[in-house]
């Protein structure tokens, strides 16, 4: 049989030369886009206006990958970052962008993300509400585990690989989440403990995950391992808790995918606490190991209250918070003295709720796990009249049957709390459609250094 002399197909390879690219805008990522022989090119730790010399990593058909050789005309709102892995780390795009321009960045996202529906062209943004700190406040982090000539790396994956950035001591991270990683690094290479490699998918270690109570300076950590493991992961649960005494609880969370997702399904506690207590606000939570929960604190109690002052419930009144999580807001709600039902699909978040209702003393603050439009609907008789009704869905938005469902029970005042400008904007749209007008938009920044932000819509019922 002749063979094919020609071989299989060569990848292009990436150029090498520099090029010079002006960059035009930052992407919804943070990421500064410009061009370059017609095509887009995406040039990270860039800002709009910048001329930049760039090395080209990777092009596709209609976009290129840049990496950043040097500023060659600076933007004024450029900043010296405040951390030494910034040019490597990918985990805080806008590190290199002053923070009162971070903000201005992230209210005109909001307004673009709006300006795409007629319906909503009255609406006024808010100057977004600025974190406190801006670096030091992210209580919780998942970070990936290599070990690269016996030497330990906790931190995270560069960006289209599968080699571990260590963050060292991480501006970003509550120092507790810094002491306990630097903790795990050292045991990991004295106990000589079989770390995971996601190219030969052989190992035992891949992920820890750490949640911080800055309140109470207290800390559970989860190992994250791709079998169940007895003796070797007990061994270093007992000497990080013995390095570390802020440890409260380390468990264990057995993923054996080949997959990115961090966690399996099955968790189980090693040595120590159960969950994590912490307080937001006026209430105090139970956290469990793979629960959802705010990385800032001080903006989430702000949020809090910003929804009970809106919500404006008095005892005699009903209210209901959807995709409510660990029950944060609808505990809040329930302070009042109204009566409060939470919904939410993650039950494990459910669990944590309810036993938070119960440390709270809060019997008014009911919460139910399932599928939040099938148990909106069967409840609309329960509900009503409802004078409140809180979402905070995830990044993707509201289902179109809990819109539709809200339009149908008609609450007096609905609350959205989004975490997309761009899923937000949609969902406003439709339910302006519903009957309902916004009333008031506020930005709020939970997420400083990064793109990313929250913002919390006041909604009225017409003729309510």
């Not at 910048?50 to 004024?76: C, F, M, P, Y």
């Not at 891949?206 to 791709?226: C, M, N, Q």
């Not at 809990?402 to 005042?413: F, K």
Request: net charge positive; hydrophobic share 40%; charged share 20%.
């Amino acid at each position: 049989m002749k063979k094919n002399s020609r071989g299989p197909a060569k990848r292009p390879v990436p150029r090498q030369e520099p090029v010079t690219v002006t960059i035009d805008y930052l992407n919804v990522d943070g990421i500064g886009v410009g061009r370059h022989e017609n095509k887009e090119i995406l040039v990270a730790g860039t800002l709009p206006g910048e001329e930049v010399l760039t090395v080209i990593d990777h092009e596709g058909q209609r976009r290129a990958i840049g990496r950043l050789i040097k500023v060659v005309r600076k933007s004024r709102q450029r900043v010296k970052p405040d951390c030494k892995l910034a040019k490597q780390c990918s985990g805080c795009p806008l590190i290199h962008l002053g923070y009162p321009h971070q903000l201005d960045f992230k209210r005109g996202m909001i307004e673009d993300a709006l300006s795409h529906y007629p319906t909503l062209k009255e609406v006024t943004v808010h100057p977004v509400w600025n974190s406190e700190k801006t670096f030091g406040y992210r209580t919780i982090a998942k970070l990936a585990i290599a070990k690269v000539h016996g030497k330990a790396m906790v931190g995270l994956y560069k960006r289209g690989s599968h080699q571990v950035l260590d963050i060292g001591n991480c501006p970003q991270q509550h120092p507790l989440i810094n002491t306990i990683a630097q903790a795990l690094r050292e045991e990991i290479e004295k106990q000589d403990i079989y770390v995971y490699n996601p190219i030969s998918r052989r190992g035992l270690l891949r992920y820890v995950a750490i949640r911080v109570s800055p309140l109470a300076d207290k800390a559970l950590v989860t190992l994250v391992t791709t079998e169940r493991n007895y003796r070797e992961i007990t061994h270093l649960a007992k000497w990080l808790k013995k390095k570390v005494p802020q440890i409260i609880g380390v468990h264990q969370n057995i993923n054996a995918s080949t997959g990115n997702v961090i966690f399996g399904s099955t968790t189980v506690k090693v040595i120590g606490a159960a969950d994590l207590i912490d307080q937001v606000g006026d209430i105090r939570l139970r956290l469990s190991p793979t629960s959802f929960f705010q990385v800032n604190h001080q903006q989430a109690a702000r949020i809090y209250s910003l929804v009970q002052r809106w919500a404006a419930l008095g005892k005699q009144d009903s209210a209901v918070d959807l995709y409510c999580g660990v029950g944060g807001i609808a505990m809040h709600l329930a302070t009042s003295g109204a009566k409060v039902t939470g919904i939410e699909i993650n039950e494990e978040a459910i669990f944590n709720a309810k036993a938070a209702a119960e440390l709270n003393d809060l019997p008014n603050c009911r919460f139910m796990a399932g599928d939040a439009g099938e148990i909106l609907h069967n409840l609309q008789q329960d509900l009503a009249p409802l004078k409140v009704a809180v979402v905070n869905p995830p990044r993707g938005g509201c289902s179109e049957e809990i819109i539709a469902t809200l339009g149908n029970l008609r609450p007096e005042t609905l609350i959205y709390v989004s975490c997309n400008p761009y899923s937000l904007g949609r969902d406003l749209h439709l339910l302006t459609q519903q009957g309902f007008k916004v009333e008031e938009l506020q930005p709020v920044d939970m997420f400083p250094q990064t793109a990313h932000v929250e913002s919390v819509v006041r909604l009225s019922a017409a003729n309510s």
